[in-house]
T-cell receptor
Framework: AQTVTQSQPEMSVQEAETVTLSCTYD???????LFWYKQPPSRQMILVIR??????QNATENRFSVNFQKAAKSFSLKISDSQLGDAAMYFC??????????FGTGTRLKVLA | DVKVTQSSRYLVKRTGEKVFLECVQD?????MFWYRQDPGLGLRLIYF???????EKGDIPEGYSVSREKKERFSLILESASTNQTSMYLC?????????????FGDGTRLSIL
């Protein structure tokens, strides 16, 4: 079965510091997409960053970057220079070539001033 | 920008009632989704629709049905609401040609069944 595991239910980080959220997934597919979504307290889920499995280069979006290890089936999110506005639930999601998206259970990130 | 609108942010209903949750998107997307979000369980797919009047069951369809009479509107129906259906419900949409694109989500409906 295809599953996504986020082993950290909650994480804390000091403002301006760096934090890494972990995500592992289980699949037999070779081509797929991976996403990190952010859900702030206002609740609308928004995209943080995406990665195509066929690309070896790790995706980067400003202060957000991923460490994609295809062989290990690992897709961690690094947030640099953390800001108060980064506080949210973060969901990792896996999408094979079909319509279906499979989400992890989420990590709640707290940013301490 | 894509807009996915869910009709209610908060809803309180009674056990046994028939409940309708509405979702409308403005980007002519073929694919629409209904998820349920519970603490510690993440997002679980209830139903998926890939075209008007077309639907597929997701991982937890029991106790739910859906309706897609128009392309822009996807409704989730709780036939006879029960307390274990108290949850946050999220609607999402995407074009099937955008395989590497994220889904676009609505704000969510927090439903309480008393």
């Amino acid at each position: 079965a295809q599953t996504v595991t986020q082993s950290q239910p909650e994480m804390s980080v000091q403002e301006a510091e760096t934090v890494t959220l972990s995500c592992t997934y289980d699949t037999s597919e070779s081509d797929y997409y991976l996403f990190w979504y952010k859900q702030p307290p206002s609740r609308q889920m928004i995209l943080v960053i995406r990665q195509e499995a066929y690309k070896q280069q790790n995706a980067t979006e400003n202060r957000f970057s991923v460490n994609f290890q295809k062989a290990a089936k690992s897709f961690s999110l690094k947030i640099s220079d953390s800001q108060l506005g980064d506080a949210a639930m973060y969901f990792c999601a896996y999408k094979p070539g079909t319509y279906k998206y499979i989400f992890g259970t989420g990590t709640r990130l707290k940013v301490l001033a | 920008d894509v807009k996915v609108t869910q009709s209610s942010r908060y809803l309180v209903k009674r056990t046994g009632e028939k409940v309708f949750l509405e979702c409308v998107q403005d980007m002519d997307h073929e694919n629409m989704f209904w998820y349920r979000q519970d603490p510690g369980l993440g997002l679980r797919l209830i139903y998926f629709s890939y075209d008007v009047k077309m639907k597929e069951k997701g991982d937890i369809p029991e106790g739910y049905s859906v309706s897609r009479e128009k392309k822009e509107r996807f409704s989730l129906i709780l036939e006879s609401a029960s307390t274990n259906q108290t949850s946050m419900y999220l609607c999402a949409s995407i074009s099937p040609t955008d395989s590497n694109q994220p889904q676009h989500f609505g704000d969510g409906t927090r439903l309480s069944i008393l």
